[in-house]
């Protein structure tokens, strides 16, 4: 049985091994590795506070998403599909690794924030 997405712990654990799968993927890696070369020790504590806030209605989280997708779409247009990939992958994390009410809602509000971000940043 897998585990219930109840705690910052288990947020850390998806964040990391969503990203884990992006680093690796000829889809989107590149926006990441090549396109604005994040640095990840910065970047992911912002994820583990960016999905608590989203998925418990925590005040963690303070940044503008939308405002950095945009920029990065001016350095290398993002398309639907990216997005999409971006949806499979974190999709894909949350089955792998967790059940549940959480579960669901991190994934409903990962396809949510997908087509915000797609529809405000206006890809390909």
């Known amino acids: ?60 989280y303070s940044g503008n998403p939308i405002q950095v997708h945009q920029k990065v779409n001016a350095l290398s247009s993002m398309s639907a599909e990216h997005f999409q990939r971006w949806i499979a992958l974190f999709t894909e994390t949350v089955d792998e690794l967790f059940s549940g009410q959480n579960a669901e809602l991190a994934k409903q509000r990962a396809i949510s924030i997908a087509t915000v971000m797609q529809m405000k940043i206006k890809t390909d």
């Open 1 to 60: 049985m897998k585990a219930e997405l109840h705690s910052r712990t288990e947020v850390i654990q998806l964040v990391n091994a969503f990203y884990d799968k992006v680093k690796k993927d000829d889809q989107i890696a590149h926006f990441f590795e090549e396109v604005i070369h994040v640095d990840w020790d910065a970047h992911l504590p912002k994820m583990y506070d960016f999905w608590e806030s989203t998925i418990f209605h925590k005040a963690l």
